[in-house]
């Protein structure tokens, strides 16, 4: 699976969106963008995911690049509790699913 | 829906002792678990993957006669750690993934484990 680069950290006033960057130049065209985030000793929590198309659900949207090579995830409001580690990982799906390898994302703060 | 869950949610043994993790998904079928790693200030590592009914595949490094990992229905998965020594304490994280072509097509994790060895 291809490997990803994201900032080691990144501040967001409460209230405010917080936009997570993340680069996957070298994604082949079978492989999802997944994001996952980890608050202080918890289990990892599925957010969003997406192929190629713009994603939106209750928690987050996911913007990726025409080209794929990026993606970006947005927290429309952010709140103190949103302060984790957010992980971007890029696998292979649907018949063929990929194990979800971790980097080591971005610590996002939100702070008052 | 698709809640894992793991048992206990934490540990505290003696070096040499073996030790028993439990992961459950409460609410849908997973063919197949994972069991990750996470030491302090890292990020999680992936230690082994289990079909049910099937023998665990473990990733490079682990050792499997060490962590023995049985999937031996589809809601439980349990990853024993053999004699443990200081230098096993960590997080210990599963996840589970559900049947093909439905929403549990993907992996939800359990809260985690943390495992201390004196």
């Known amino acids: 699976d291809a490997k990803t680069t994201q900032p080691t950290s990144m501040d967001c006033a409460e209230g405010r969106a917080a936009n997570l960057p993340c680069n996957h130049s070298?994604?082949?065209?079978?492989?999802?963008v997944y994001w996952y985030r980890q608050i202080h000793s918890q289990g990892p929590q599925y957010i969003i995911h997406g192929l190629k198309n713009n994603e939106t659900n209750e928690m987050a949207s996911l913007i990726i690049t025409e080209d794929r090579k990026s993606s970006t995830l947005i927290l429309p409001h952010a709140t103190l509790r949103d302060t984790a580690v957010y992980y971007c990982i890029v696998r292979t799906g649907g018949t063929s699913y990929g194990k979800l390898t971790f980097g080591q994302g971005t610590i996002l703060t939100v702070h008052p | 829906g698709a809640v894992v869950s793991q048992h206990p949610s934490w540990v505290i043994c003696k070096s040499g002792t073996s030790v028993k993790i439990e992961c459950r998904s409460l609410?849908?079928?997973?063919?197949?678990m994972f069991w990750y790693r996470q030491f302090p200030k890292q990020s999680l590592m992936l230690m082994a993957t289990s079909n049910e009914g099937s023998k665990a595949t473990y990733e490079q490094g682990v050792e499997k006669d060490k962590f023995l990992i049985n999937h031996a229905s589809l809601t439980l998965s349990t990853l024993t750690v053999t004699s443990a020594h200081p230098e096993d304490s960590s997080f210990y994280i599963c996840?589970?993934?559900?049947?093909?072509?439905?929403?549990?097509?993907?992996?939800?994790f359990g809260p985690g484990t943390r495992l201390t060895v004196l």
């Open positions: 609410d849908f079928q997973a063919t197949t």
């Open positions: 996840s589970a993934r559900g049947l093909a072509d439905s929403y549990y097509n993907e992996q939800f």
């Open positions: 070298t994604i082949s065209g079978n492989e999802y």
